[in-house]
């Protein structure tokens, strides 16, 4: 079998002019691409091996739309009482209020969605558990500290550009990121967009930072917050700048409920302004999955939340 069953995007404009942090993305063809899905029936080494090419895997429908949906709405439905919502709507639908919400009762439910059963079944559902047993050639051990965001339509901040190595350094760098959008997330919400070819460059960032660090304490020497670090842990939050820099494109994609993105802990990658054109609700979850066996960061040990400076 070919290791995808999909054919790469053919080149096309978005539909709204890409932004992230007040800058507006490149649609130059040496700019702009689109990430290349991929069959997740190819079988675990096709997929271990594109991983390592391209520091990323897009596949596609590898979890069932349908529950990732049922998923959607179960999530917006117990956001709903802080007002995100258009009243009337379908909850799975993610059709944004449009008006003020309350900012601290959606993340006080937030918190407690991140800590229930279903949240904790939706990340460990057999068939993604199975995939990473295989990827990581072993016993898959899936951090607790799991990640859930929400972003409405015409929010301004986006997440700059980054690798995740930043904040795990206190365990292995063979852990593996799995970015799921929740539902429908088409270019225009603001989904995760990756620089092209950058895990050789996060590396080569890496091994610099393991230089300039060596003085520090231990616990200063992981933090991603350390005085040799950007504020927050960031490369950059001038994306079309960091295309420039590296002679690169951010790869976009029309992501659907069901789509599962890997990516290494070196490959950069951020996220764009939601812009929806149908005024919805992006909603998205990202795991690290690692080898039981390997050093496990104890950091992670614990449930995310909003104030962990991690």
């Known amino acids: 079998m070919s290791i995808s069953a999909w054919e790469p995007v053919p080149p096309h404009a978005p539909p709204v002019a890409l932004a992230a942090n007040g800058r507006i993305l490149s649609t130059a063809p040496n700019r702009l691409g689109y990430l290349t899905p991929t069959d997740p029936s190819a079988g675990v080494e096709a997929i271990r091996h594109l991983f390592g090419l391209q520091g990323y895997v897009w596949l596609k429908g590898l979890l069932p739309r349908a529950e990732v949906i049922d998923f959607r709405g179960w999530v917006l439905s117990h956001l709903a009482e802080s007002g995100l ?122 091994a610099q930072s393991s230089k300039d660090n060596a003085g520090l304490s231990p616990q200063e020497r992981i933090s991603a917050y350390n005085r040799n670090m950007a504020e927050g842990g960031w490369v950059s939050k001038d994306l079309p700048q960091m295309a420039e820099r590296f002679d690169s494109r951010w790869l976009v994609a029309d992501f659907e409920a069901g789509d599962v993105v890997l990516h290494s802990p070196y490959m950069i990658h951020a996220s764009t302004t939601n812009q929806s054109i149908n005024g919805l609700i992006r909603l998205s ?21 909003l104030d962990d400076m991690l």
């Open 285 to 305: 979850t990202d795991i690290r999955y690692q080898n039981v066996d390997d050093e496990i960061d104890a950091r992670w040990g614990n449930h995310w939340s």
């Open 85 to 206: 919502l258009k009243p009337g709507t379908d909850p799975s639908l993610g059709v944004a209020s449009g008006g003020a919400f309350d900012r601290q009762i959606a993340d006080r439910r937030l918190m407690s969605l991140v800590r229930s059963t279903a949240y904790e079944g939706f990340c460990a559902q057999p068939r993604l558990s199975r995939l990473m047993d295989g990827f990581v050639g072993g016993l898959s051990y899936l951090h607790k500290r799991k990640i859930m965001r929400f972003t409405l339509p015409g929010t301004a901040a986006a997440t700059p550009a980054h690798y995740d190595l930043v904040y795990l350094r206190g365990g292995t760098d063979r852990v593996v990121t799995a970015w799921i959008p929740i539902g429908d997330t088409s270019i225009d919400m603001g989904g995760l967009i990756y620089l092209e070819g950058s895990h050789a460059v996060g590396v080569a960032m890496e």
